[in-house]
T-cell receptor, first 115, second 116 residues
Framework: RKEVEQDPGPFNVPEGATVAFNCTYS??????FFWYRQDCRKEPKLLMS???SGNEDGRFTAQLNRASQYISLLIRDSKLSDSATYLC????????????????FGKGTLLTVNP | ETGVTQTPRHLVMGMTNKKSLKCEQH?????MYWYKQSAKKPLELMFV???????ENNSVPSRFSPECPNSSHLFLHLHTLQPEDSALYLC???????????????FGAGSRLTVL
């Protein structure tokens, strides 16, 4: 099982649609989870952290299911400006030893919102 | 200047050249990173410096050599690269490294490298 695996996409949706992205992770000891957003030819930027109880930020809702090792991101009322690649990021135990964790990225899911 | 700045933004080099990528962070963070981003692959962590000490990453070829002279600056020295090393190289920083809790990364805009 890959450390962090996302829907391969791409997703093409009309403006106003609701779209959901899924992500699974392999390390049950992971404690920190994030969604980053990367616009075309730009750097990744933090979109939101994902908390155990689920969290919402405007049109964006993130959910965590520890039992299934699964994270989701829901975008409601999609805007053209939401077009980007969405990266699932998980803190994974670093294989170099000790108790250090490193942020591990999924491949990303490309979203295109069409007028 | 704020955030994380990288130079150059674009670099074209031959396989026998020696060049360096530079990164500077103005956030007072204690950890700095080099990531490689290739098409259709997840971001790959190359190197980490925590409090100016390097965290080993044995999977990176020796033709990539990092340097961290102080907590605000990070370099990636490049020599005898291969065409498959062409990619976007992203520098990032975070408040700390390796903690179990949240470790939000702030990225620079990246240096797009083409090796001919």
């Amino acid at each position: 099982r890959k450390e962090v695996e996302q829907d391969p996409g791409p997703f093409n949706v009309p403006e106003g649609a609701t779209v959901a992205f899924n992500c699974t992770y392999s390390n049950s000891a992971s404690q920190s989870f994030f969604w980053y957003r990367q616009d075309c030819r730009k750097e990744p930027k933090l979109l939101m952290s994902v908390y155990s109880s689920g969290n919402e930020d405007g049109r964006f809702t993130a959910q965590l299911n520890r039992a299934s090792q699964y994270i989701s991101l829901l975008i409601r009322d999609s805007k053209l400006s939401d077009s980007a690649t969405y990266l699932c990021v998980v803190n994974i135990l670093y294989e170099g030893g000790g108790s250090n964790y490193k942020l591990t990225f999924g491949k990303g899911t490309l979203l295109t919102v069409n007028p | 200047e704020t955030g994380v700045t990288q130079t150059p933004r674009h670099l074209v080099m031959g396989m026998t050249n020696k060049k360096s990528l530079k990164c500077e962070q103005h956030l007072g963070h204690n950890a700095m990173y080099w990531y490689k981003q290739s098409a259709k692959k997840p971001l790959e962590l190359m190197f980490v410096y925590s409090l100016e000490e390097r965290v080993e990453n044995n999977s990176v070829p020796s033709r990539f050599s990092p340097e961290c002279p102080n907590s605000s600056h990070l370099f990636l020295h490049l020599h005898t690269l291969q065409p498959e090393d062409s990619a976007l190289y992203l520098c990032a920083s975070s408040q700390s490294w390796g903690t179990h809790g949240a470790n939000v990364l702030t990225f620079g805009a990246g240096s797009r490298l083409t090796v001919l």
